[in-house]
């Protein structure tokens, strides 16, 4: 996973957070905006996945650290859905708020699927 990807993913996913957080702040529901964000930072883990699967070859994982970065990446790709789901099922302040919690793990597991692919 060499490149900017990865970091762009992880801005993209801190900038959901941040912006959800204002979502938060005024009780505003998702809108479709929000879901535009959130569908390329889906795209976004895709790529990656397709990316990391084409340099695995390459580089020195063994199995079970293949395995762990797919894993995390995987996850990745159904964090944000789900979390936006939740928020769009519920309504309320709490569930949007559900959806900021899902970006920033969606920048935690970026950062954990590099540290795992370096070490």
Known sequence: MDGPLPLVLLAASL????????YVALDRTPDWGLLGFAAV?????????????????GADLSGPSAITV???LVAGLVLLPIGFAWSLAERSRGATAVLMI????????VVRAVAVWTA
């Open 15 to 22: 900038l959901l957070a941040l912006v959800v957080l204002v």
């Open 102 to 109: 899902a970006a920033l793990a969606q920048a935690f597991i």
């Open 70 to 72: 797919f894993g995390y």
């Open 41 to 57: 930072i889906e795209a976004a883990t895709l790529v990656l996945i397709v990316v990391a699967a084409f340099q695995v070859g």
